[in-house]
């Protein structure tokens, strides 16, 4: 279930300031003197990075409102406190300054907005665009989970992404998936804070290969495989090679291609094996259904198409569906559903909303 708690009040307050600096960074009115100040904030505290890139991610899931996809000064900060190139997946360590007073804490806020107050028109509307910024920020906080902030590779609902990480390894990124990258000398960790992610591990015996994920670690050095995060509990299908599994009692496993396991925070089931080609079909385009329980069906597919599929009739919950369906065609799975269940009435209500009953 997704979280609705609220951020801390500090986390909360620097979101604000950081869409605040960002809706001025965007006004086309950004000076030199503006841009070191801005570098200087950010450059200040951890904290404050964090909360950048937050605003950043609010900014660029406004992208299609806005026209553009670009966003400028997204790159970290450098050595310096200029801008450099980012590569995939690789931190870069940024300096400790001191911060500018006329930054701190709401007070900071109130002077900037102040500063805008009194220039043009123009500037006056970017006020405006200030206070929708922090009011954004404050709502999409509620509605998204804290992990989605944490990460540094996410994907939207129904969207899929590849990335390529900086020992070489490529993770495909299902639907609604967020990841966080934690690479030492000594190991390559990621962290699956929720969703479903393929990875193709690039073979290092020195450095393992390390998903983790609802207290659950998957452990590879060369190999091929996915993890599905559901609440509590950890998927795992084995493509090809060989993974340890361990739950949080430090219960371990190990799979061979073809295994899969579900991982619970006190134990490890294996389950039937299934061949390797059949596994995460999601990564070509289909959804799968073997039996499946229609409720758990109507499930799957709310994580892929647009808008809901509620099911009101809880007596047609547990029967079952059987089939392979296309990710791009789910309106058509949805019309199927009928022909397993010829009880159930299909009822579009809009494009967005189709009601079972």
């Not at 605040?20 to 503006?34: C, K, N, R, V």
């Not at 509620?142 to 540094?152: G, I, N, T």
């Not at 073809?258 to 596994?279: D, F, T, V, Y």
């Amino acid at each position: 279930m997704m979280s609705t708690e609220p951020m801390p009040d500090d986390a909360e307050r620097l979101l604000e300031q950081a869409c605040a600096w960002l809706s001025q960074l965007h006004s086309g009115e950004f000076s030199t003197s503006a841009q070191q100040e801005l570098n200087a904030w950010r450059a200040a505290d951890s904290t404050h990075e964090q909360a950048w890139q937050r605003a950043e991610k609010l900014w660029a899931g406004l992208g299609q409102l806005r026209g553009r996809r670009v966003i400028p000064g997204a790159q970290p900060l450098s050595g310096e406190g200029g801008w450099q190139a980012h590569d995939e997946g690789v931190r870069v360590s940024r300096p400790v300054a001191k911060l500018d007073s006329r930054l701190r804490g709401n007070d900071g806020l109130r002077s900037l907005k102040g500063r805008v107050n009194t220039r043009t028109r123009s500037r006056r509307s970017l006020t405006l665009a200030v206070a929708c910024c922090a009011l954004l920020a404050v709502t999409l906080t509620a509605l998204y989970p804290p992990a989605f902030w944490r990460a540094d590779y996410l994907t939207g609902k129904g969207e899929q992404r590849t990335v390529t990480l900086a020992d070489g390894s490529r993770v495909m990124l299902n639907t609604a998936t967020a990841l966080a990258i934690h690479f030492d000398d000594n190991v390559r960790r990621v962290e699956l804070l929720t969703g479903e992610a393929f990875f193709e591990v690039a073979k290092n015996p020195q450095r393992p290969f390390v998903v983790s994920s609802a207290g659950s670690e998957v452990r590879a050095v060369g190999t091929a495989f996915s993890v599905q995060r559901q609440s509590a509990q950890t998927q795992v299908e084995l493509v090809e090679g060989i993974v340890e599994i361990q739950d949080a009692q430090q219960h371990r496993e190990r799979l061979t291609a073809g295994q899969s396991a579900l991982i619970s925070g006190h134990a490890i089931a294996l389950q039937a094996a299934k061949r390797p080609e059949n596994m995460a079909l999601w990564r070509d385009g289909y959804l799968e259904f073997d039996g499946l329980p229609l409720h758990q069906a109507v499930a799957q597919i709310n994580q892929y198409r647009p808008g809901r599929v509620v099911l009101l009739n809880p007596a047609l919950a547990d029967k079952r569906i059987s089939g392979l369906f296309r990710l791009d065609a789910l309106d058509q799975a949805i019309a199927s559903l009928n022909a397993a269940v010829p009880e159930l009435q299909i009822v579009s209500v809009t494009p967005y909303l189709v009601v079972l009953r």
